[in-house]
Structures are given as structure tokens and as C-alpha cells.
DNA sequence: AGCAGATTTTGAATCGATCCAATGAAAACA
DNA sequence: TGTTTTCATTGGATCGATTCAAAATCTGCT
């Protein structure tokens, strides 16, 4: 008495329309996946079976248990997935990714969580053949996750620390060098940094015993750049303040609060990224501050906002769709030895920099 | 004489430290999914098999089969993966499905490809729960291949015509109705339309029959809420130049290029998307026309762009976000019937918008 | 020691396909 | 007609795990 086509709807298996058309299983799946090597007339019974029980053709999990390869990759952030979506590095990052996708056909996917537990789960279950690892949060946790896999994955914005896992960078501490440079050669001697995060969830001024215990790598050789220039010209880098923000807008606006309150504030902001630079330029207008002419800032990324801000920002160009490409690369063809790839960073002057007042 | 740890790494099977570890391979799988129901000394015992032999941790590709569940939901187009992270109004829909998914713990796959055949596979053996489908270019095809799938999937941007297909969009008559409306109360009587595709790869000026074959119905029913608010006004719409663009910049500056060239340019532009008033606006400003006492340019969208342009754009804002959000929620509690949900949009009325000359 | 009950462990079945060596049938040739 | 080739089909093995009913072991108690 119950429904006529409905029931319980156990999915069709392709066994059963090999059952249903009077073949063996190896031949119904020939029909779909080499459809060439088997007689027209069996072909056609075959798949008026499968129309007839409504079969969406051979499901992929079993497909992949037996081929071994997924054909997509994992792009892993302990950031939320709107990362992606969101951050103008990331964004840049994922079009360089997207494109070596796009011509190897591979697919991508986003491999997030909120909390920790999630993403360990969420890393060990992920189907992928391998994982670009972004390192910006989390980034030694995430690494460690992705080794574990087992799988071909490669650290993006190399904390350079390991040289056991693949990685793709710029030299930090020479582009950090050139920023610090192209300012003290304007002739700025009074100087703040705004900073990406040493290690996580902290922010505010930070002290040289943090930055010994940073845990990001990249934060601490962007900063090792600096200091080095700064100090080069004769500059006390102990009085130089670094603040730490999370790079995002709170955080940066509280630093700049920070640095500016004191008696003698900055003619030059170091920003470690252009997120912060970006923020900075925006409150500074807020403050009624002048940029350049009363306070340069130089940010570090190159990202596409960067030069159409107001002013355009001075920053250290990465090439960071260049190395979303290599990345992939360096995934799909993940033999010989891990490579460790090093990209040449630029400074790129725009209207952010100036001469200091006088 | 060959390598002493080396050899040809077939990979470390679950049953492989199980043997190695004097257990059966249930045993050895509760190991890692259920520990606590096993002898702590047994417990101990494979894992250091494990640890010792190099084992990854159970292979996803395997618990996939049995399980299920990839817990991972697809998003598909048919443009190139960069569309995701490049295109404004891709981009708000992501983070509401980003958040979606991030609340759920679910992961996102990116599902498109170069060509046609490629699409039909990448979809064909995407891993994914259910898909999200984004009907910009290529829409009829994305949805047909979607629901070969015979997954729970639901269409973005709702090309209404076939109720049998999940899908979540705004009422586009209405919202393209309130953005004319806006128009002709100002007393606009000169109009020109900057269409989105009407069906695939063509551009150009759009006949009256081809608007009646258009593949896309959003386009269709955006222009029928256009013409039938500017008839309502005594308009002669057959005279209105309907100019059918890519959504980018080249056709986009075409179809300006265009419209302009006649004796009586328009004094008021609608355009279908932000994306092309955007490039409108550019466009106008470089050939010298002030925006909007030359012309006014209504968008359609509402992405955040569209708020800091010069000026700031008059559009018809959608709930990009929170489509976005009830898409994943419409997948991932796929029971009962089709759902199909249309949201409102809103006039958002800005500085590119005005009275026309005299 | 004997037995009920609780706790662990086992091993076969299952998930849904692909692959391949063997078999069968038909065509080609002597 | 017998033998070789060619082409199509079969069915068992495999991919790497999980699940669960049944068997084995351990506890506690009389």
C-alpha cells in the first residue's frame, strides 16, 4: 500500500544496472568509461537501463578509492574560509593559484575551520592529492597538520625555519631592508612599525624577548630587515617602537594610536603588510595628518589596492600570483627533492613616501 | 645493494600496522576513530606501529566510501576558477557562503574549467555533497550537468524558468522595474540598456527576437522589468538600444562606444550589473561627460565597489550575502520538496543618479 | 570452580567503482 | 574443417577504510 515509485530509495549502484541490462559489472563499466570497446547494441542496453533506474553515472567515491588520484588541490588557512574572499593578499594568491588550476585542470579546494579541533579534523579528512599551506596565522600548526598527511604540500610565505617542508617566499629580511632604506635615504630618522603578528593572538608593543620567541618566522626577519637598515644609518633601534597588530583594522588603528601619542612621533611608518599600510593611511587622513608630508608610510605585499589608495602606497612588491602559480606547480609535480623557492621582491615608489617636514 | 629505508613506498595501509602490530584491522580502524573503546596497551601498541611504519592516519579516500559524506559542498561555474576571487559580486556571494559553511564545518570545493568537456567531467567527479551552482555565463548547461548529479543542488541567480530546480534569487522584473522607476521620476526619458548576456558568447546590439530566445531568463526578466516601467511613461520602447555585453570591460566599452555614437545620446544608462556600470562610469568620465549631470548610470547588484566609485553608484542592491548563506542551508537540510526562495532587493539610491540637463 | 555480565577483539561484509587475466565467440585464413 | 587472430565479455581481485554481530576474554560474585 505504500507509494508506487518512491521506496527507500537505495542510490543505484552500477551493479545493479549491469544486473538490470544482463551484463557483468566490468562491462557497464566500460560503457561509461571507455564506451569505445564495447558493442553498440550491449552500449545501448546498457545505458537505457541506467536512464530507465535513473543512475547518475559511476559515483566518483568509488571511482577514487580505485584511481588513487583526487585531481584538486587543498589551499589550508587557519583563518576563516572568507579569508580567501576577503584579504587582497589572499585574493591576489588564490587568482595566481586558480589560473595553474584552470590549466592543469585541477580543482581547489578551501580548507578552513574555526577552531582547532576543526581544523586538524578538517586537514586529516580533506580530499586532496596535496595542500598549499597558507602560513599567516596558525601558520606552524597548519604546517604540522599538512606534514602529517603525508601528502605533497608546499608553505606559502616561508617561515623559512624548516628546511624540511617546501616552501615558497620572497627574502623578508632584504625586502624589509629596501622599505627601511628607501626612507632613511629620504632622510627620516624617527620611525614606528606596525607589525604582523609575532605568534598568535596577541597584540600591542612588543619587546625583544617576543620577537626571540616570535613564532612566525616571516614577522621576525620583516623586522630583522628593518632594524638592520635603521640601525646602518645610526638609529638607536631600541627606541624604534614595533607594535604588533593581527592585521586587521582594530588592531592597526589601536597601534597607531599607540606610536602616536608619544612626544616624539613618527616622520615614517613601517607597515608589514599593505592591509596595515592601507589602514594607516586612512586614519592618518582621519587625523588630519598628511601623507607624505607629514608622515611617510611604506607598506610590504604589492597589493592591487595598494596603488590605487589615496595616496598610492609606497610598498615591497612580492609576486605573489607568480608564486600562487608555483606553488601548484610544485605540487603536482611533487618529485625529487622538496624545493625551497626564494622570489625576488620590489620597491615600488608612490605618492605614501616623502621627504620628512623640513 | 639498493637503498636500506627506501624501496618503492607502497603507502602504509591500515591493515599494514595492523598486522605489524598483532591486531585485527577492526581493531586497528577503532584505534583511530573510536580509541576510547580500546585496551589502553593495545591502543599504545598500534600506534606506535604506526609512528614506526609511517602511517598517515586512515586514508580519506577510503572512509569516504564507506562513510558517505565528503562534507565538503561544491561550487560551480563556468567561467575560470580566477572568477571566484576577481569578480565583486562572486566574491560577496562566497563569503556568505564561506560563512554558511564555516558555521557548519563544511568545506568548499571549486568546481569550473577551461572548456566544455572538461566542465562536464570536473562536475561529473567533483567530491562533493551537493553543489552551488552559478548561473552567470553558461548557466542552462552548468544546471543540466548539476542535476545529472543527482545531488542536492541549488542555482544562484535564479534563471526562473523551471521550477523543478532548487533556486535562490531576487524577484529581477521588479528590482530592474524599481531602478527605470527611479530613472523616470527624475525625468529621464532618454534611455539606453547595458544588458548582461542574453545567451552565450555574443555581444552586440539585441533584436527583439533575440531577446525572446535569450538562455538566460535573469537577463530577460531584467530587461522586461526595464521596458515595461519605461512603456509605462509613454517610452517607445522599440526605439530604447538594448546593447548586450560579456559583463566586461572590452564589450562593455563597446556598447558605450555604441549607444553614444547616436544623434540622441541617452541621458540615462541601466545597466544589469555593477560590474558594467562601473566600467560605464569610467568610461563616461574619460570621454569628458559628468556623471550625473550629463548622464546617470543606475547599477544592478549592489556590490560594495559600487559604494566608493565616483561618484558612489545608484543601484539595485541584492542580498548577495544571505543568498549566499541559504544556498549552503539549502543543501546541506536538502529534505523535502525544491526550495526555492526569491529575496528582495532595494533601490539604493546614490550620487550617480540626477535629474537630467535643462 | 562455575557462571552471569561487562568489556575487548575478531573477521566477514560493505561502500562503489576500475582493472585485468582468462574465456568465449566470431572472423580470417590455410 | 581446423587453426589462428581479433574482438567482446566475464568475474574475481583490488583500492582503504568502517561497521557490526559473534566470539573471546576478563571481572566479580557465590
Redesign the pocket.
Known sequence: MSSLTAGNR???????I?KAA?????????V???P????E???DRVRAAAEAMG?????P????????KVNAIGVATAEPLSYFFDDPFARVMMAGISQACDATGAGISLVSAANNEQLAWNIQSALVDGFIVFCIEGGSRLVELARERKLPFVALDLDSEDGSVAAIGVDNIAGAGLAARHLTDLGHRRFAVLALPFADDRTGLVLPEQVRAATYAGTRDRLTGYLRELARVGIDTSKVPVYETANDVASTKAGLETVFASDTPPTAILAMSDRIALVALEWLSARGLRVPDDVSVVGFDGVPEAAVSEPPLTTIAQPIAEMGRLAVRAILESDGPVSRHQLPVELIVRGSSGPPRG
Chains 1, 2 share one sequence.
Open positions: 537505495r542510490p543505484v549502484r552500477l551493479a545493479d549491469a544482463g551484463v557483468s559489472h566490468g562491462t557497464a563499466s566500460n561509461f568509461s571507455r569505445e570497446i564495447v558493442r547494441e550491449v552500449r543512475y547518475a553515472g559511476p559515483d567515491k568509488g571511482r577514487l578509492l580505485r584511481a588513487g
